[in-house]
Every structure is written in structure tokens, then in C-alpha cells.
């Protein structure tokens, strides 16, 4: 599930925003058949949890589900199975990967078309209909900068107006000072202020969900890699 993210700029240090920027990145992993690795691991355990936190928010089989930075269909694998025919969308920053999860991952691939796995890479998500319910970005603004963030919310609010709910994951600094220093979170990823993965302050999230026509709550409990789960409601009064 990896980010359609900004494109590939770099830092003051002169590195990749992400390691998923790299250049020849993808063409690396996939030829050594690190399809599901380069995703994050734990497959089936967090596949699980991305279906079932939709399932808790109110996904049903005949909504239409984009899953931004959906990687090699770690959770297309179950929605896919379980939404009406058609009914699920996937971009990504690499095509490649989404269209190796197509081939090696989805048992039945009649229920998707080919069409509906779109790369992108800056959150403009070309072909996607504006008639998406629900919206999924799982572990991907954890490799984002929070500028990243604050650009992309608009893009998903503006984009599809029927849109009931969007789920993303972030880390988190309890505070500005301790956003400072590296952090070890819960489930024992380190992450950074200024390189991937990056953490944030509860604060600053909830204020670009704001700004981008957004109400949104920050939930428990830790999910896997210590993230943590943003659900962002559209402001009917921010169309």
C-alpha cells in the first residue's frame, strides 16, 4: 500500500521524501518478487484490519471504495471479493505494483476491471469517478511529509463530492518538542520529523483535515506499526 504521493522531490539533505522515490525503486523490489514486503509486511494481519476498520465505518457491498496508495491489493484482496463488481478503485505512485497484485494476489479477477488500478502520483487521481463513498489511505501520509497532507485533503474533498468518510493512518509526536527528536512508537518504528516515516502533531492533523472541509477525530487504538487512524467526515458547509 504504497503512497501516490508529491513527486519525487528531494530534502535539504538531498534524499527521496520517501525510499518509495528512489529511483528504480519499484523495479528493484518487483524483480526480486518483494511484491508483499515492500508494502510494509504483515499482510494478512493488516489487510485484516484495513477491511475491518471500513466494515466498523459503514462500508456496504454496493459502495464505491478508493483505496489511495493501494500497493499490491493488500486490502483490494478482501474488498474486492466483498464489493459489488466494479465497485473498487486503487491508485498508486507505482502502476507496476498495483498491476502485480492484480496478477498474483486477486482470485477472482473478474470483479475488477483493469481500468479501475490507476498510477498517480500526486493525488490528482485521474479516471477515479467522483462518485466514491469511502476513501482509504492506509500507511501512506506515514511516509509523507506533512505538506504532503495538507495538499492532498483538499484534492480528495474537492474530488468527490458524495464522499461519506476518508480513513488514513499517521504517526504521531505527543507534542511540538517531542516532534523534534526521533521517536520510537508503540509498536517499535522509529520515526522522524524530516524523513520517512514521518510523525506528526495531533494538532496539525486534525487542522489540515480542517481547512480541507474536513471534521475529523483521531481514534485508538494503535494499529499495526503504531499507526494511528484519522477519520475525516466532509463538511456539508465545505463543498
Not at 498508486?92 to 479477477?109: N, Q
Request: net charge neutral; with cysteine; charged share 20%.
Amino acid at each position: 500500500m504504497k503512497p501516490p504521493a508529491a513527486r519525487p522531490e528531494k530534502t535539504a539533505m538531498s534524499r527521496p521524501i520517501s525510499p518509495y522515490h528512489k529511483p528504480g525503486f519499484y523495479d528493484e523490489a518487483l524483480a526480486r518478487g518483494r511484491h508483499r514486503d515492500i508494502v510494509g509486511g504483515r499482510w494478512e494481519e493488516t489487510g485484516l484490519v484495513q477491511m475491518q476498520l471500513l466494515l466498523a465505518a459503514g462500508l456496504d457491498r454496493h459502495h464505491s471504495l478508493l483505496d489511495i496508495g493501494a500497493g499490491a491489493l493488500r486490502l483490494g484482496c478482501r474488498a474486492v471479493p466483498y464489493l459489488d463488481p466494479g465497485r473498487y478503485w486503487a491508485t498508486d505512485l507505482s502502476g507496476a505494483l498495483l498491476r502485480r497484485g492484480f496478477d498474483l494476489e486477486l482470485a477472482d479477477k473478474s470483479r475488477l476491471p483493469t481500468d479501475h488500478l490507476i498510477e498517480d502520483a500526486d493525488f490528482a487521481f485521474p479516471g477515479v469517478p467522483a462518485e466514491i463513498d469511502f476513501a482509504m489511505a492506509f500507511a501512506v501520509f506515514t511516509h509523507l511529509p506533512l505538506a504532503s497532507l495538507a495538499s492532498a485533503l483538499p484534492n480528495i474533498r474537492a474530488r468527490f463530492p458524495r464522499l461519506q468518510k476518508l480513513l488514513f493512518t499517521v504517526f504521531l509526536a505527543p507534542d511540538a518538542e517531542a516532534a523534534r527528536t526521533p521517536l520510537r512508537q508503540p509498536d517499535g518504528v522509529v520515526t522522524h520529523a524530516d524523513r520517512a516515516p514521518y510523525h506528526f502533531v495531533p494538532g496539525d492533523v486534525l487542522a489540515a483535515a480542517s481547512a480541507a472541509g474536513f471534521t475529523a477525530t483521531l481514534s485508538d487504538p494503535y494499529l499495526p506499526r503504531g499507526q494511528r487512524l484519522c477519520i475525516a467526515l466532509p463538511r456539508p458547509d465545505a463543498v
